[in-house]
Nanobody, 118 residues
C-alpha cells in the first residue's frame, strides 16, 4: 500500500482560493472507491484537526470552521481526491494532510503547506 501524495499547496492572499489534490500511487479503482478519504490540517503549535471527510457512502463531513468555503470531492476516473478551498483566511494556514482509511488501516501523506497571507 503506497502512501497518499498531496499537491497543490502554496502561498495565497486572504480571500483567494487553492485546490489540493491527493493521489495514491498504483491504487486500483476498487480500493480507491472502497476507501474513506479525509483532509486534515496542522497549524504550528496546534494539533492536527479534521477539515473534511469523504466516506464510502458519500456523506461528506466538514469541520464547522470551513463549512461553506471548502469542498471535498472525488474523481474516480482519475482516482484523485480534491479539496477546493475558497475564501481563504490566515487562520487556514497550516500543513494539509490526506488520509486514506480502509479496512481499519489509515495511511497518511507527507502533507502540503498552505500559507494564507493577510
Amino acid at each position: 500500500q503506497a502512501r497518499p501524495v498531496e499537491s497543490g499547496g502554496g502561498l495565497v492572499q486572504a480571500g483567494g482560493s487553492l485546490r489540493l489534490s491527493c493521489v495514491v500511487p498504483r491504487i486500483i479503482l476498487s480500493t480507491f472507491s472502497g476507501s474513506t478519504f479525509g483532509w486534515y490540517r496542522q497549524a504550528p503549535g496546534r494539533e492536527r484537526e479534521l477539515v473534511a471527510r469523504s466516506p464510502v457512502d458519500g456523506n461528506t463531513h466538514y469541520a464547522d470552521l470551513v463549512k461553506g468555503r471548502f469542498t471535498i470531492s472525488r474523481d474516480n476516473k482519475k482516482k484523485t481526491v480534491y479539496l477546493q478551498m475558497n475564501s481563504l483566511k490566515p487562520e487556514d494556514t497550516g500543513v494539509y494532510y490526506c488520509q486514506q482509511s480502509r479496512s481499519g488501516n489509515d495511511y497518511w501523506g507527507q502533507g502540503t503547506q498552505v500559507t494564507v497571507s493577510s
